[in-house]
């Protein structure tokens, strides 16, 4: 299916949700299944419609549907057509208990904790609960020209709001993080023995594209940057031989058994594209079984 950033949920009841950001940016959708597979032939439900100006009008990216004290939320990215570079973080909460179904309503700009955040663009926000804490990892763009995409962390005080200062995660360091552009974004977090590892994209979108790797132990404070670790070369990239190019923005699930963990990302059949690679329509989501080695670290392995 021609959807990129794609993120699958699976409830407490044994559904799949998946949603991503399709072609046009211009839509929210959702699909259902009582399978991974079921996903790709699901019928989709259109959540949301970008407004016809102003915030929200443009450039609708990578939603993420998460389920937080008893309610739906999709966090999402969004510019306006004013200002299609304007990328802000947004969310959206339905008010019924099927989200396929329940009316959704916009909550806004996801409120930052002081006047420094969200002051340039930012997207690819993904949140997540530890030791009963809401946290959030976004990227956000610093500098001037080509500028630089890092990725941050805050706690959160509620599904709408920062709770503290944003703390710089991880900056583009590697030659690998520096293709075409300097770019760290697309995290997504998962849980493995006595750690937590968060995966996020780098470079630019085209064969360049991969995914690289932050860890920290369960016990150690994640607002402490210096207690993650970072890999130094990426885990993933463009791998001919299985005709996958350009890997990146994933989202973690479970396989229906619940014992096998599922990295689901997007990328390419081929390698050269003609244009922008942002607009190239053809980026595909994927599903592979996850690994883990000796130590415990995630090995990414994906099949033919």
């Known amino acids: 299916m021609q959807r990129a950033d794609p993120y699958v949920y699976r409830h407490t009841d044994g559904m799949y949700?998946?949603?991503a950001s399709v072609p046009e940016y211009d839509r929210i959708i959702l699909r259902r299944g009582k399978s991974l597979h079921e996903l790709a032939d699901a019928e989709e439900a259109v959540l949301w419609r970008r407004h016809e100006s102003g915030i929200m009008?443009?450039?609708i990216w990578a939603p993420e549907l998460h389920y937080l004290n008893n309610a739906w939320y999709i966090y999402f990215a969004a510019g306006a057509v004013e200002d299609i570079w304007a990328i802000r973080p947004y969310v959206i909460r339905c008010t019924g208990?099927?989200?396929m179904t329940g009316r959704w309503e916009e909550l806004g700009q996801v409120q930052p904790y002081d006047e420094f955040t969200f002051q340039d663009f930012s997207?690819?926000?993904t949140v997540f609960t530890h030791r009963e804490k809401l946290y959030a990892v976004w990227a956000e763009k610093v500098s001037v020209?080509?500028?630089i995409s890092n990725l941050y962390i805050a706690e959160m005080e509620t599904p709408w709001k920062l709770g503290t200062q944003q703390v710089l995660l991880s900056s583009p360091d590697y030659n690998w993080e520096r293709e075409d552009f300097w770019v760290n974004e697309g995290p997504a977090v998962i849980r493995h023995g006595e750690r937590l590892f968060l995966t996020y994209s780098a470079s630019a979108t085209g064969a360049c594209?991969?995914?690289?790797l932050l860890s920290i132990g369960e016990d150690q404070d994640l607002l402490?940057?210096?207690?993650?670790e970072k890999s130094r070369q990426p885990v993933f990239l463009t791998q001919e031989e299985a005709g996958i190019y350009g890997p990146g923005h994933n989202s973690f699930t479970m396989d229906e058994t619940g014992n096998a963990d599922i990295c689901v990302y997007h990328a390419r059949p081929y390698r050269d594209i003609v244009g922008d690679p942002l607009y190239d329509p053809n980026r595909h989501a994927y599903l592979m079984k996850m690994k883990w080695d000796d130590r415990g670290y995630p090995v990414f392995?994906?099949?033919p």
């Not at 594209?209 to 690289?212: K, L, S, V």
């Not at 402490?224 to 993650?228: L, Q, T």
């Open 145 to 147: 020209g080509k500028k």
């Open 301 to 303: 392995t994906p099949a």
């Open 97 to 99: 208990e099927d989200p």
């Open 57 to 59: 009008s443009c450039h």
């Open 123 to 125: 997207l690819d926000m």
């Open 224 to 228: 402490d940057p210096e207690n993650w």
């Open 17 to 19: 949700y998946f949603t």
């Open 209 to 212: 594209y991969c995914m690289g």
